[in-house]
């Protein structure tokens, strides 16, 4: 019978390292997902991920309400992203790396879906990583981010609205971008 996150975090608070371990197995692509949707880059995320869960770990024993783990993780989970995005900003990219050319391809698909996510805001950004990147059910992201399955579904159905027309290719789309971004 598989146990509650509550019954796992008291577990963990008692000692039990499986617990915490089945804790990890269970909620880490929630907290990568989470990551992602700040970070541009899989390993950041990854590394932010990590560290939430050290974060997590050390300050298991102060969460009052156990059930709600996953929300308090994806707290960490943002906050630790944040920072690290904050602190790579800071970085300056090396001017005389001589890297390959990238190989030529007619189809640029995944570069578009790639920039197109990263134009959604960061609420949309957030549910399309966590469901299509992770893998993650509405029922699990809407613990996570403590909404409803049916707000999941509505984020997703917006965000994928406004993928669609951001990927249609027209040039008005592109033009409003721009702006955005100028």
Not at 1 to 15: H, I, W
Not at 51 to 64: G, Q, S
Not at 71 to 83: D, H, P, Q
Request: net charge neutral; hydrophobic share 40%.
């Amino acid at each position: 019978m598989e146990r509650t996150d509550a019954e796992l975090v008291d577990a963990a608070c008692r000692g039990e390292i499986a617990a915490f371990r089945e804790l990890y197995e269970r909620h880490y692509r929630m907290a990568v997902g989470i990551a992602r949707s700040r970070l541009s880059d899989v390993h950041l995320a990854e590394d932010a991920a990590q560290e939430a869960f050290a974060v997590a770990c050390r300050e298991l024993a102060l969460l009052k309400d156990r059930r709600r783990f996953p929300e308090w993780l994806g707290t960490i989970s943002r906050r630790t992203a944040g920072r690290l995005a904050r602190s790579w900003s800071n970085h300056k990219p090396i001017e005389d790396l001589q890297l390959p050319a990238p190989l030529e391809t007619t189809d640029d698909s995944p570069g578009r879906v790639r920039q197109a996510v990263e134009r959604l805001p960061p609420a949309a950004r957030e549910v399309v990583l966590l469901h299509y990147f992770s893998g993650l059910s509405y029922e699990t992201i809407a613990q996570s981010l403590g909404v409803s399955p049916q707000s999941v579904h509505g984020r997703l159905q917006r965000a994928r609205r406004a993928l669609a027309q951001d990927l249609s290719g027209d040039e008005e789309t592109e033009r409003a971008h721009d702006r955005r971004n100028a």
